[in-house]
């Protein structure tokens, strides 16, 4: 039985001063408490009650080279060394600009930010100032953040489906009035909602690969048509990358699909556990901005210790094979799940690629959309989940994994048997 006696203890004290007893709303589902970590490094955590856990959670993202990452630790304190923040300029933001715009696929020109939900909210912003439209699609089961015009159709329930939907109390209707939520994967959908909307939909934002519902892939020329389809209704197409960007590939989904949306989010992986986030796309779609038509701002942006701690990541994350080798053990993780599956009489589907993907029991194929990923066998994912945590495993809820530069050989042979041994104990 995994202990969480230390834990448990300070969840219960948390409650009384933190509202929920976690800092945010995701958190608190954690089974069979919250836990409290000491120390991370590398890809492990160490919590309260003595354990080193292997984690596959890297921090919901963030964290692609691990936790203690000597080229990271080495720039944020030079930086400190230097200046928290300025409120002014400085070289880091140059430097960092320079490399997005080397590295990302079709992007001269960025905007930066502090977390995905603002720099999704400015670049909806800078469409609908660039087009003079106000309409937005998004798709059922994309999630990209908290804000209340696009907290609408995340996890909606079946009845729910083909129509907008709130996610939480306090979103007045005004607010998402203009977003059309939509199914995903289906190219005719989204020509019917043109059709039906003509010169007024100013963007179409979706996730490239879509981890926050089961990680579904796109299908073969889905994303290409979407692009195709909001370039012949004069609407720009936004790819958001806060979890596929520097993750799938460096260039993210812009490279690992070989497309290039008009504009781009970035967060998460972007800056290897900090704050900070970036929209990327042509210049000429920036243009309300550089002429002052459309208002970008914040106390934070490009502020010197987070464009050092991205400028550090990203050229860790430029070494040769590195990539590859990320895939790799998330593929071969993918297998195993699914041998040892089956050898136990438990029907299972992977979805995603190697750096992040899902784990559905109860699913024949992998999952096209959202109104699949419902269908999957929740309650023995958590079963599993919790049989991986008695073996020192640490996973997601809802079958999402993450793999980053620190989970080695090492982390494999430590990995395979508590996947062969959890299934043994859950079938
Ligand atoms: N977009 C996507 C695709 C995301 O996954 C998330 C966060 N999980 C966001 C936007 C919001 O980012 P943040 O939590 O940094 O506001």
């Not at 200046?83 to 300029?89: K, N």
């Not at 939509?182 to 909602?193: K, V």
């Not at 990358?241 to 520097?246: A, K, L, S």
Request: net charge negative; hydrophobic share 40%; charged share 20%.
């Amino acid at each position: 039985m995994f202990k969480t006696d230390n834990s448990k203890a300070l969840h219960d004290r948390a409650c009384h001063s933190l509202v929920m007893g976690v800092s945010t709303g995701f958190r608190r589902k954690a089974t069979p408490v919250p836990l409290y970590m000491e120390r991370a490094d590398g890809p492990y955590h160490y919590d309260v009650d003595g354990h080193q856990l292997l984690d596959y959670t890297l921090a919901w993202g963030p964290l692609i080279l691990g936790n203690n990452h000597p080229g990271l630790n080495e720039a944020i304190i030079a930086q400190l060394g230097q200046a928290y923040t300025y409120g002014a300029q400085h070289h880091g933001e140059i430097e960092l600009a320079e490399l997005l715009v080397e590295i990302l696929p079709g992007v001269d020109r960025v905007l930066f930010s502090n977390t995905g939900s603002e720099a999704v909210h400015t670049t909806l912003r800078l469409c609908r100032a660039h087009t003079g439209r106000d309409k937005v699609i998004k798709f059922e089961g994309h999630y990209h953040g908290w804000l209340n015009n696009m907290l609408v159709s995340v996890h909606s329930a079946p009845e729910e489906l083909g129509k907008t939907s709130p996610s939480t109390g306090g979103q007045p209707a005004s607010e998402y009035a203009d977003v059309i939520a939509l199914p995903w994967n289906d190219l005719a959908a989204l020509e019917r909602a043109f059709e039906e909307n003509p010169d007024q939909i100013a963007c179409v934002i979706t996730e490239p690969i879509n981890v926050n519902s089961g990680s579904c892939m796109p299908d073969d020329g889905y994303l290409k048509g979407l692009i195709d389809l909001c370039s012949k209704h004069g609407a720009l197409s936004i790819f958001d990358e806060v979890i596929t960007g520097f993750r799938v590939a460096l260039g993210g989904a812009r490279e690992y699909f070989k497309l290039e949306p008009d504009l781009s989010v970035f967060a998460k992986a972007m800056a290897g556990g900090f704050s900070m986030a970036a929209i990327g796309g042509r210049k000429e779609v920036f243009d309300v901005i550089i002429e002052g038509k459309a208002m970008h701002a914040g106390t934070y942006n490009g502020n010197p210790v987070c464009t050092a701690a991205a400028i550090a990541t990203i050229k860790a994350l430029s070494k040769p094979g590195l990539y590859d080798a990320m895939h790799r053990h998330g593929f071969a993780v993918r297998g195993v799940v699914e041998k040892a599956a089956g050898e136990n009489g438990l029907k299972v589907a992977t979805s995603g690629t190697g750096t992040c993907f899902s784990v559905h029991f109860g699913l024949d194929a992998p999952p096209r959309s959202w109104a699949d990923v419902m269908n999957a066998d929740e309650e023995t994912y958590n079963r599993f989940r919790a049989a991986m945590l008695d073996r020192e495993v640490q996973l997601l809820p809802e079958g999402r994994w993450y793999v980053g530069a620190a989970h080695t050989d090492k982390e494999l042979e430590k990995v395979v048997p508590a996947i062969q041994e959890s299934m043994k104990a859950i079938a």
